[in-house]
């Protein structure tokens, strides 16, 4: 799917070309915010124009015209006015206003100007001169769309009126409420000779007050298409059953519950729906595609080390690497075979004396292919690890003593992610290391890709436990746990942790990151605990791999053991960017102080310890990391099924809108899959469901139902 093209680019590539920018083949949206562009490294709203342009096909862009606040009148005497030069014969203008129109409870603010005016009203008059919107929807409503209908018509370019899409505005009955369709009948103000009528009350079969209605009927009156986006998501937000369901999902919460603008999920959903319409009205039809993504089965359930070796191959070599590939791991203990020969050597501190090199099979797991999700049933009871011995014909004497033949970064991973792997989820599985502690680097995970998201993984290592290759790389972490003791969070790229637990052995160094992409490594929410004894007090958060690139902060940490009071530590003659802290606290919730924090380093370069309040709450902003990149989307989990009954052996549950499959559960253990919520069991026992999301990751299992046969 090609990315939506903004004006400039347009530009750009119509000069390339040798052309004139009115030779494009063009569709203009004009709306409000709801559709309007936004800056996605600041903030997580979107507007659905911005991906409109990803369902057109043949050359056709989509220039989005759309600015948040504007109503109609603003619509014909700003937004029109700014693109009409640009639209040229055989174009389209999709038009979008009403949110705005509503200002005033659906009274013309140029016809208040005026009474407040005859009344001496300065204050109130100053008001309305200010905000300068409001229409009303059987009259200057209609107008001001119907200007900018007959101004596109000269231009030879086809006008197509777009209802507002509704406010997540839900009702006790689950429904969405008339003001949430745009439809003031409830509640309405009315402004009559000299006076305003306050808080009025119509019929629902009366639509004077319905911006929809009237847009519908100017659509009518102009011989022109309408598309009913109203109606549409007044569906689509049905569908999640309920405000919280359909809120969480669709809706930017930003810092207050913002009921109508929408997150990228949110504008995704919206742009593909009005595309679908447009389709299906006959409107642009050979130019837009929309894809087809429905309800099927895991690619791959796994319950051996074979099905697991066979299942990882098949999606690597996969022709459609568009397409998710989603593999469930089944409880169990998976020790992955060693593969081809490959020489080995390790050299001494002088990188010249050889101390062991001769050949042995690759202990690593190889995933080359882009979108795979590895997901496990349980994460503490699915492990992943290697086939290979600690004994005494695979060790050797190393430059800091006994180590073992596969050591090293480039040798000893269980998951090597190459640079093609884009997209990779794990969720709910351990990945540990084959390699015992103290015996030199042992890695869970390899990461040379990017866009790789770490659900409830537990990654179990000594030193580099994870380690990130791609200086370009975005990695996220969402809840699980990594344990280790030296520099077991290590490498390059950027990478939030969220809610991550750090499983700290005595000793060593917590994070060592090296050049990152743009901000660095985030500890955001996580929690700092002990894997063995005496941890208090004897590690470090962190060392500099590299000179004034490294980047790593922690933010609102729980240390239930705490680091050394100086913090940060020395890497050969390295230095950070920043390595700094905010809201440490220890295990009883008191504030660590950092006033005794490390704040020179290779002997002369200076580091402040201490992040500011204003400083945590930016680096917090996963925005500013990740930008277009939503990985809280895709971790999003499915709803816990409810309402689970049980009749003659035929359980049945709520359906839920965001669940891809439903797994069935017997006495504890996934048995059975499902597209639809029910099942019909074949035997008896105690029954739960869980729910998966997109990805393929699993909730928590449903209340428990019994079912004899």
């Not at 050299?347 to 050889?354: A, E, H, L, N, S």
């Not at 985030?522 to 063995?532: D, E, Y």
């Not at 950070?576 to 905010?582: C, D, H, I, K, Y």
């Amino acid at each position: 799917m090609k990315q939506q093209l903004t004006r400039v680019a347009v530009c750009i590539i119509a000069i390339l070309l040798g052309c004139n920018i009115q030779a494009a083949k063009k569709v203009f949206t004009l709306g409000d915010s709801t559709m309007a562009p936004y800056d996605v490294n600041t903030t997580k709203m979107r507007g659905w124009g911005m991906y409109f342009g990803n369902f057109l096909t043949h050359g056709w862009v989509s220039l989005n015209y759309a600015k948040g606040g504007r109503d109609s009148r603003a619509g014909y005497n700003e937004l029109w006015q700014n693109a009409k030069d640009s639209v040229g014969s055989g174009d389209y203008v999709l038009i979008q206003f009403g949110h705005n129109d509503e200002k005033f409870n659906g009274m013309d603010n140029q016809e208040l100007q005026t009474f407040y005016a005859a009344q001496g009203n300065e204050a109130q008059l100053a008001t309305v001169r200010k905000d300068k919107r409001g229409t009303i929807p059987h009259s200057t409503y209609k107008e001001w769309l119907r200007k900018i209908i007959r101004e596109v018509k000269a231009k030879g370019a086809t006008p197509v009126l777009i209802s507002p899409v509704c406010r997540c505005y839900f009702g006790a009955d689950h429904k969405i409420t008339r003001a949430g369709q745009h439809d003031l009948g409830d509640k309405f103000d009315a402004l009559h000779q000299d006076t305003i009528m306050t808080q009025q009350h119509i019929d629902s079969d009366n639509h004077d007050m319905d911006y929809p209605y009237h847009m519908r009927q100017l659509a009518k009156e102009e011989h022109i298409s309408f598309v009913d986006m109203t109606t549409a998501t007044k569906n689509l937000y049905e569908q999640y059953g309920s405000f919280d369901a359909c809120y969480a999902a669709l809706f930017d919460k930003g810092t207050t519950t913002d009921k109508t603008h929408y997150n990228k999920k949110g504008a995704m959903a919206a742009a593909q729906l009005c595309a679908q319409l447009l389709k299906e009205q006959g409107i642009l039809a050979k130019h837009i595609t929309i894809p087809t993504e429905t309800k099927h089965a895991y690619d791959a359930v796994v319950s051996t080390t074979a099905e697991l070796c066979h299942a990882i191959a098949a999606a690597n070599s996969r022709k459609d690497q568009q397409t998710r590939y989603r593999i469930l791991v089944k409880k169990g203990t998976y020790k992955m075979p060693t593969g081809a020969m490959k020489h080995y050597k390790h050299t001494g501190k002088d990188r010249t004396t050889v101390l062991w090199e001769g050949d042995l099979p690759d202990p690593i797991t190889y995933i080359t292919a882009a979108n795979l999700s590895l997901i496990g049933e349980d994460r503490d009871a699915t492990i992943i690890t290697q086939d290979i011995s600690n004994d005494s014909s695979m060790l050797f004497k190393g430059p800091f003593g006994t180590a073992h033949k596969y050591e090293t970064i480039r040798y000893s991973p269980v998951f090597q992610l190459t640079d093609a792997a884009v997209g990779t989820y794990f969720q709910d599985i351990t990945i540990k290391s084959g390699i015992d502690d103290r015996l030199g680097r042992n890695l869970a995970v390899y990461d040379c890709a990017t866009n790789t998201i770490y659900k409830n993984t537990l990654l179990y290592g000594y030193q580099d436990t994870w380690t990130s290759s791609n200086e370009q790389g975005l990695y996220y972490f969402e809840g699980g746990q990594v344990r280790g003791r030296t520099d077991y969070l290590c490498g390059k790229g950027d990478a939030y942790f969220n809610q991550l637990e750090l499983l700290q052995i005595a000793g060593g160094y917590t994070a060592v990151p090296s050049k990152p992409r743009n901000v660095g490594w985030v500890f955001k929410n996580c929690t700092i605990s002990a894997s063995g004894n005496d941890v208090d007090g004897t590690y470090t958060l962190g060392r500099p791999w590299g000179k004034a690139t490294p980047v790593a902060v922690f933010i609102d940490t729980r240390m239930n053991v705490k680091p050394t009071t100086l913090g940060w530590n020395e890497m050969h003659d390295g230095w950070p960017a920043r390595f700094a802290e905010w809201n440490s606290r220890d295990c009883n919730g008191v504030t660590i102080e950092t006033a005794g924090r490390k704040t020179i380093f290779a002997n002369s370069h200076e580091n402040n310890p201490t992040l500011t309040e204003k400083e945590a709450d930016t680096y917090s902003n996963m925005n500013r990391m990740f930008g277009d990149w939503q990985p809280t989307d895709d971790t999003k989990q499915a709803a816990i099924p409810v309402d689970i009954r049980v009749n003659a052996g035929v359980l049945t549950w709520s359906k839920s809108y965001d669940t891809w499959l439903w797994a069935i559960c017997k006495d504890g253990n996934v048995i059975d899959f499902t597209e639809q919520p029910t099942y019909t069991a074949k035997q008896a026992g105690i029954y739960s469901v869980r729910a998966a999301n997109p990805m393929g990751g699993l909730s928590a299992p449903s209340a428990t139902v019994t079912v004899t046969l």
